[in-house]
């Protein structure tokens, strides 16, 4: 059973940083992909950053240059470094592994940004 664990999450004022973590287990984590996505209030989940097994990243245009994502294979865990972080940055972030096709969730860490 794929299980994933968030944490890092808090509160921080504007222009400040944080790292989340991700430490997955259950699955061949090397060879999985990777993503962070994030869901404010009142709006849907949306996919904030992501990276192959190769280590090609993607983000969100509302993100690019302030976040960066990365894993360490032999830890079993994704990051997700955030800087210049903006009030419009709060939410609940949630990790996501996708194995065999399926696609497995954590529960989620929550990000305040205060102005």
């Known amino acids: 059973q794929v299980q994933l664990v968030e944490s890092g999450g808090g509160l921080v004022q504007a222009g400040g940083s944080l790292r989340l973590s991700c430490a997955a287990s259950?699955?061949?984590?090397?060879?999985?992909?990777m993503g962070w996505y994030r869901q404010a209030p009142g709006k849907q989940r949306e996919l904030v950053a992501a990276?192959?097994?190769?280590?090609?990243?993607n983000y969100a245009d509302s993100v690019k240059g302030r976040f960066t994502i990365s894993r360490d294979n032999a830890k079993n865990t994704v990051y997700l470094q955030m800087n210049s972080l903006k009030p419009e940055d709060t939410a609940v972030y949630y990790c996501?592994?996708?194995?065999?096709?399926?696609?497995?969730w954590g529960k989620g860490t929550l990000v305040t940004v205060s102005s």
């Open positions: 996501k592994e996708r194995d065999m096709d399926i696609d497995y």
């Open positions: 259950g699955s061949i984590f090397s060879i999985n992909a």
């Open positions: 990276i192959t097994r190769g280590g090609s990243t």
